[in-house]
């Protein structure tokens, strides 16, 4: 996904939501397509710090849940238009991070649309309007109500079956309110800093992927057949 900012363009491979912690990529049919940053420089008053620079990314989950009831979004005073923005887009350096996908769908998939598809604010506004009425049965609630969905991930260990071989990795499985609901597309690749703690909480976890049934594709499938009932130990 690409970053706009002034003067600057970056290409993200990977982003972190700073509220529920999930990864958001943008190389999968249903992943996160666009995502919320906000970002500003403190003033000499502010009781973050003087010059201080205070940044949020969240997820489209959890603009929703969190800023849903408050978000206006007005339309352009005259249309973009974004072919111009390929030429800086192809001469500015990108700066890229690690990748690390996963096959989580957005919350707001009504109104977010592929390549190609512009998501009108009207659509969007919509979509934000009428996810607290679906969640609560066409009466609206409101944050002290409507608890935020829990994300998590964790180490586990799958298995593979192609063109005749069987092999066994460590991938990142996604929960959701403690129900599993999508691994990566990649094979886990832990890294830390020089921090000996991190490491050992790294171990930790994945001794614990070995200790635990062994998952495959297909385990998730049967969930969402049977929508989702129950955790079957997993």
């Not at 600057?8 to 509220?19: F, G, H, K, W």
């Not at 890229?96 to 769908?105: D, F, I, R, T």
């Not at 977010?112 to 009428?130: D, L, N, P, Q, W």
């Not at 593979?160 to 071989?165: K, M, R, T, V």
Request: glycine fraction near 10%; charge should be negative.
């Amino acid at each position: 996904m690409r970053e706009y900012r002034d003067k600057v363009i970056e290409e993200l491979a990977v982003c972190t939501c700073d509220r529920c912690g999930r990864r958001m990529t943008p190389d999968e049919p249903a992943e996160w397509y666009e995502r919320v940053s906000l970002g500003w420089r403190c003033g000499f008053d502010s009781i973050f710090g003087d010059g201080a620079r205070v940044s949020l990314d969240l997820c489209q989950g959890c603009v929703r849940d969190t800023l849903g009831q408050w978000l206006c979004i007005d339309a352009p005073d005259a249309p973009t238009d974004h072919a111009g923005l390929r030429g800086p887009a192809a001469l500015t350096p990108v700066r890229e991070q690690q990748v690390s996908a996963n096959g989580l769908p957005t919350t707001l998939k009504g109104a977010v649309r592929h390549e190609g598809e512009a998501a009108g604010t009207e659509s969007m506004k919509a979509a934000i309007a009428a996810a607290p009425a679906d969640a609560g049965g066409g009466r609206q609630l409101t944050d002290a109500t409507q608890p935020a969905p829990e994300f998590h991930w964790n180490y586990r260990v799958m298995e593979f079956h192609e063109g005749g071989e069987t092999w066994r990795e460590f991938r990142e499985v996604y929960y959701r309110n403690g129900e599993p609901e999508g691994y990566s597309s990649v094979y886990a690749s832990p890294c830390w800093d020089d921090d000996d703690e991190a490491a050992r909480r790294i171990l930790d976890r994945m001794r614990d992927a070995l200790a635990r049934p062994i998952l495959r594709p297909g385990d998730f499938r049967r969930r969402e057949e049977q929508g989702g009932a129950g955790n079957d130990g997993v």
